[in-house]
Nanobody, 121 residues
């Protein structure tokens, strides 16, 4: 089985920075696209950023220019560098990976448990 574990969340003041990490472990043949989502209480989960295994990235308009997604394929880890944080960025951030654990099965999506990011003065 595969597990995704996020880390790096916390409390930060507006304008501050955080770096989130998400490490995938278990039997992994290939990880395709990885992504970060966020969800505020009572709100729908929203896509924040994606990155393919070739390094192509995509960002939500609300974070473009402030956040950077990256990955280390050797470590099966995806990162989200968050700069110039705003109170509206406050949410639980979860990582997602489209992943195949062998060459003989199609990939499926896996989710981490999430890490809390709070932006407040």
């Amino acid at each position: 089985q595969v597990q995704l574990v996020e880390s790096g969340g916390g409390l930060v003041q507006p304008g501050g920075s955080l770096r989130l990490s998400c490490a995938a472990s278990g039997r992994i043949f290939r990880i395709n696209t990885m992504a970060w989502y966020h969800q505020a209480p009572g709100k729908e989960r929203e896509l924040v950023a994606t990155i393919t295994n070739g390094g192509s990235t995509n960002y939500a308009d609300s974070v473009k220019g402030r956040f950077t997604i990256s990955r280390d394929n050797a470590k099966n880890t995806v990162y989200l560098q968050m700069n110039s944080l705003k109170p509206e960025d406050t949410a639980v951030y979860s990582c997602n990976a489209d992943l195949a654990h062998s060459r003989y099965v199609i990939s499926r999506q896996y989710w981490g448990q999430g890490t809390q990011v709070t932006v407040s003065s």
